[in-house]
């Protein structure tokens, strides 16, 4: 028996440490989506062609390395502009959802346009200046010598790229459960998160 929980939010927000804990909680598959568009974007940073790449994508590609810097997480952004790019992707996504036993899907569009018939969606936000906070933190982790101002600086440009493109904008659900994570602790957020599944699960 299937159960999907779609999360959706921007960068930072808090959404892929969610789904992972969301998906050990309940033994859950879980699937980082905008690693799907990273992969792509690491190819076509080394000359392939946006499309191509995404209809030959594998689940091996997204075990590639350096697919969390800074470089590609921009590309990411412009090729999940392409529609077609997008829809070559979609397949993919759709059928992790369906997998028996449950799966956890986040990224930007699960809950409005890869499964809308979700059983749970959430929204994950946070205000851009906690948003900056942790992805300065993570890439200063990696050994990046960047400041608070250019992560800023970039999230905003990544956020303004996903919410004005003309295919699967970031934006809620409208019936997506909004969750704020600014002045919350990961367990508290996790704990939140846990609390909509477990009453959807039991009928509510």
């Not at 779609?6 to 959404?15: L, V």
């Not at 994508?57 to 800074?70: F, I, M, S, Y």
């Not at 994570?181 to 846990?194: M, Q, S």
Request: proline share 3%; aromatic share 4%; net charge neutral.
């Amino acid at each position: 028996m299937s159960f999907t929980v779609a999360i959706d939010g921007p960068a930072a927000s808090g959404k892929g440490t969610i789904g992972r804990a969301v998906a050990r909680h309940f033994g859950f598959a879980h699937l980082d989506t905008g690693l799907l568009y990273r992969a792509v974007a690491r190819q076509v940073l080394e000359g392939a062609d946006p499309v191509a790449a995404a209809r030959a994508l594998t689940a091996a590609d997204l075990e590639a390395g350096n697919l969390r810097n800074a470089e590609v997480a921009q590309a990411a952004s412009r090729v999940a502009a392409i529609p077609e790019v997008r829809a070559a992707l979609l397949d993919f996504q759709r059928a992790f959802a369906r997998r028996a036993g449950g799966a956890v899907l986040d990224g930007r569009d699960i809950g409005t346009v890869i499964c809308p018939d979700a059983d749970v969606k959430l929204y994950v936000t946070a205000s851009d200046a906690v948003r900056a906070e942790r992805r300065l933190k993570e890439r200063l982790a990696r050994g990046e010598t960047v400041s608070h101002d250019e992560v800023l600086e970039d999230l905003r440009a990544r956020d303004a790229r996903d919410s004005a493109r003309a295919t699967a904008p970031l934006k809620p659900a409208e019936d997506a459960v909004m969750l704020d994570t600014t002045g919350l602790g990961i367990d508290e957020a996790v704990a939140r998160a846990v609390a909509v599944i477990e009453e959807r699960r039991k009928g509510g």
